[in-house]
């Protein structure tokens, strides 16, 4: 059952010494704070506990921090500040890309990084009810998805998707305004990301474009008559702005 009554912080991060030191920060700040080690842990904390904030580590073994980033934003919109050695300005603009509030550098000073959290929460939106919260879905111009359930629904009637095809429009509905290129989604069909994975070939493309257009048959067009699912040129795909 998720902490409601207090303010949670969950801290992803592989290193246990910057752990502690997260931990206490948080602490002095009034935080609850649990911390897992790998990004899979960190994506079931947030499951759990629906936290006030996430830090996130970039370099974890396994499941890297972009990846357990797209993951945990298809959980929550409460705030996430990405944490990390690398801060090349690709890796930063990655991070904030995939739904990051704010991106940090290691070594950080103490004071900086509490003056980071406390802005990073004064922006952040108000809390929902908790029936919306425990809702579990996402919404975009009569579209519903429910990651949790695996469910789609297009103007409340059901769509039946492949694993495939639900987890291609998963990516595209959060958030829904994005563009997403066509390596990030067939990387994110395989299950890799972008730092441990292999070669995106010309049949890798072809699949995607095959569960694409699946997919834009079964959840059908807008009711301005346009594809759900829009095709940006030299780029890849997002879903249609809202009529």
């Known amino acids: 059952m998720a902490e409601t009554a207090e303010r949670v912080a969950v801290v992803i991060e592989d290193d246990a010494d910057i752990g502690e030191v997260l931990e206490a920060i948080l602490g002095e700040a009034g935080f609850v704070v649990k911390i897992a080690r790998t990004g899979a842990a960190g994506v079931q904390l947030v499951r ?50 995939a739904g990051a509030d704010d991106f940090v550098a290691k ?31 996402l919404q975009h111009d009569g579209l519903r998805l429910n990651p949790e359930r695996r469910l789609v629904e297009v103007e409340r009637a059901s769509v039946l998707l ?14 829904s305004n994005w563009v997403h290129s066509k390596a990030e989604l067939i990387l994110e069909l395989r299950g890799e990301s972008y730092v441990t994975s292999g070669l995106v070939t010309d049949s890798d493309r ?12 079964k959840i059908g067009r807008t009711s301005s008559g346009a594809e759900r699912i829009e095709t940006v040129r030299g780029v890849g795909y997002r879903l249609a702005a809202a009529s």
């Open 206 to 217: 072809r699949s995607l474009e095959v569960h694409v257009a699946n997919v834009r048959r």
């Open 162 to 175: 492949t694993r495939s095809e639900f987890d291609l429009l998963a990516t595209l509905i959060q958030p």
């Open 48 to 97: 759990d506990l629906n936290p006030t904030l996430t830090t996130l580590d970039v370099n974890m073994p396994g499941m890297d921090g972009f990846e357990t980033l797209k993951r945990i934003r298809l959980l929550t919109d409460r705030s996430i500040i990405m944490i990390s050695a690398r801060f090349d300005e690709i890796d930063v603009v990655r991070g904030l890309s």
């Open 107 to 137: 070594p950080f000073r103490t004071g900086e990084l509490r003056a980071r959290i406390d802005a990073v929460l004064r922006r952040a939106p108000a809390a929902a009810e908790p029936d919306l919260l425990e809702s579990g879905w």
